[in-house]
């Protein structure tokens, strides 16, 4: 597999401090043969070793179809705009495909050290254990075959993807549809634990909770139109907490049993918030602790009003 040429996609609106720290990585990689296609809106700048080509305000999923009808590589490793790739990320990915049996490979989306307190606060929640299986995106671990790579660090192989194009309707969870087009031919998908990209991360509260809501809408609505891999038990964890804590709180006020039950779930879920909160920097405690309480609050909300949704608008 050893320089095998991979094309490097990247979809962006503008061209702004993130994504020029995005092209100055790759440009840098530990590998001999590629290409670097950037995707924004409307500039056309000229760029040394950057392929520019402007889409207009198009869904990623279709600049990432762009991409693909506009590269030559034989892989296509696509990452976002305000992630970056650490320096072997192409040399780590291609030797797994030495087995013909995989299409894609993925890696964890590890929060840069250089970010913010609050980013790295919101870091700290989604690699916590606290959210799920999830958080196996955004830390090292072991390998293990994936149905739902993240579209931030996902290489796949040329001939997959011309058979299973990115959705152009929906974002987020193109990816996801991506993952579940690729299972259904019956292709293997990885996770690497060395196949790395630094995701920066949205900093808390709002912007972090922005996120967080349009994801469980997407995860909702998905786990009713597609679950093959969007419908799994841990998804529906924070809607019961929710509901648990509106409709607990409701009938404890008139059924004592309740009461002492709903005060030990309060005390318990308080109290693992706050085991997964600890960090060797004390200033990040307090603002992951309520971000995980309001993470999975908001998570859980919008993943039921996603549920009750005939259809998502673009």
């Not at 997959?160 to 991506?178: F, H, I, R, S």
């Not at 706050?274 to 309520?290: F, Q, T």
Request: charged share 25%; glycine share 8%.
């Amino acid at each position: 597999m050893k320089d095998q040429k991979v094309s490097i996609i990247i979809p962006c609106k503008t061209i702004d401090s993130y994504t020029e720290e995005t092209l100055e990585k790759c440009k840098h990689l530990d590998y001999n043969n590629y290409e670097i296609i950037l995707l924004p809106d409307n500039e056309a700048k000229r760029i040394s070793g950057v392929k520019v080509i402007p889409t207009g305000a198009v869904p990623p999923g279709k600049k990432r179809n762009i991409g693909l009808r506009n590269s030559s590589g034989k892989f296509l490793a696509f990452i976002d705009n305000d992630a970056y790739p650490k320096k072997d990320w192409l040399k780590k990915a291609v030797k797994y495909f030495e087995n013909k049996d995989v299409a894609a490979v993925g890696g964890p989306g590890i929060t840069p050290e250089e970010d913010g307190l609050m980013q790295l606060a919101g870091g700290n929640i989604l690699s916590s254990f606290m959210v799920g299986g999830i958080s196996r995106r955004f830390k090292i671990k072991g390998a293990f075959e994936s149905d739902d790579i993240h579209s931030c660090n996902f290489i796949a192989r040329r001939t997959v993807l011309k058979k299973v194009k990115w959705n152009e309707k929906y974002w987020p969870g193109e990816d996801t549809l991506m993952c579940l087009g690729i299972k259904k031919l019956g292709e293997t998908m990885l996770e690497a634990p060395d196949v790395i990209v630094y995701h920066h991360r949205r900093p808390l509260f709002r912007k972090h909770l922005k996120q967080v809501s349009q994801f469980g809408l997407h995860r909702g609505f998905f786990a009713k139109r597609f679950p093959e891999n969007s419908f799994r038990p841990t998804y529906l964890l924070p809607s019961l907490i929710l509901l648990f804590l509106i409709f607990g709180g409701i009938f404890s006020l008139f059924i004592p049993l309740i009461k002492n039950l709903f005060i030990t779930f309060l005390a318990v879920y308080a109290f693992t918030a706050l085991y997964a909160s600890l960090n060797k920097d004390a200033k990040l405690i307090a603002p992951i602790w309520l971000g995980i309480i309001l993470t999975h609050l908001t998570y859980g909300l919008y993943f039921l009003i996603g549920l009750s949704k005939k259809e998502l608008r673009r």
